[in-house]
């Protein structure tokens, strides 16, 4: 599999995002604490450069505890402050202003020095599309000011939200990059949604899912769908093993189609739906010692 897309909305977000980088003080990066290297767009620590940077593990609550406290630890060991939120629920978002407060503590005391007091903090939020960027924005301003959606490519234009007289947010639109070398990153992205449905089938999709939860999760498998999960044999193709508990767990909801057969297809929506939405269980598919991609 090799996942092409980035139309020409992307790349006009990049020249953006280089051109208004001389606006603001910081760059707030949102990424799915579920796949915080799939959801780390490579393009934007060439982008943003030496600039302060608030890496906001987003969709926390849907991820393995234990593996948010490691990327926490990783992200900070790079020179970056650290946010754990759920955007959905505004947990942990009311922290972002003193966060940033923090991230820019000498900053601020070389403005109070020059006289500039009370110069609001400007902020630039960047993220993949679908990462929960703008319903992040809408939290931390307490209004909804800029346009969420549960799909990618929803916010298209630079906006700047005001959210008191001491932080100002600019928004932009999600940018993905030109091509993913690893399949699992496109993966790990299709599994989240930050890449389009209609790119990829559902059952393929679902089979790699089900092949990444055995290997990382395999009891939060076993329980969600009463399946025995037994690792993948070394000569077994991912999409053999996947779709043979695919249908395994289409067999245990009772979905068929007619002719008896099981309705894997329906069984991979369901899966996909579950992960997404954290009825499943909380993963995280990716750790620091796995390497960026």
């Given at each position: 599999m090799n996942i092409q897309w980035y139309p020409g909305h992307m790349t006009k977000t990049r020249r953006q995002i280089e051109a208004d980088l001389g606006q603001v003080d910081m760059v707030a990066e949102i990424i799915?604490?579920?796949i915080p290297i799939s959801s780390r767009n490579p393009d934007i620590d060439e982008l943003v450069g030496e600039k302060p940077r608030l890496i906001?593990?987003?969709?926390a609550d849907q991820a393995d505890p234990q593996s948010n406290g490691r990327w926490s630890r990783f992200f900070r060991g790079k020179g970056f402050a650290v946010l754990e939120t759920d955007a959905k629920t505004g947990k942990g978002v009311s922290g972002f202003a003193q966060a940033s407060r923090e991230l820019l503590k000498e900053q601020m005391e070389r403005w109070k020095a020059k006289g500039q007091v009370g110069r609001p903090i400007r902020a630039m939020v960047v993220g993949v599309p679908n990462v929960g960027k703008s319903t992040f924005i809408?939290?931390?301003a307490k209004r909804k000011s800029a346009k969420a959606g549960d799909r990618p490519g929803v916010t298209r234009g630079k906006q700047w939200v005001t959210v008191d007289q001491g932080l100002a947010l600019l928004d932009t639109p999600g940018i993905l990059w030109p091509k993913f070398e690893d399949e699992r990153v496109g993966m790990h992205l299709a599994y989240t949604g930050a890449v389009k449905d209609e790119i990829m089938d559902?059952?393929?999709?679902?089979c790699h899912l089900m092949d990444d939860l055995a290997m990382r999760y395999p009891m939060a498998l076993a329980e969600r769908y009463k399946l025995k999960v037994v690792p993948r044999g070394e000569d077994e193709s991912i999409i053999s093993y996947g779709y043979t508990l695919l249908e395994?767990?289409?067999g245990k909801r009772g979905?068929?189609?007619s002719g008896g057969e099981f309705d894997t297809e329906r069984m991979a929506h369901i899966l996909l739906d579950e992960f997404r939405s954290g009825k499943l269980g909380h993963f995280t598919l990716e750790l620091p010692e796995e390497g960026e991609k």
């Open positions: 799915d604490a579920r906001v593990l987003n969709r809408n939290q931390v559902a059952e393929t999709l679902a395994e767990a289409a979905f068929r189609v």
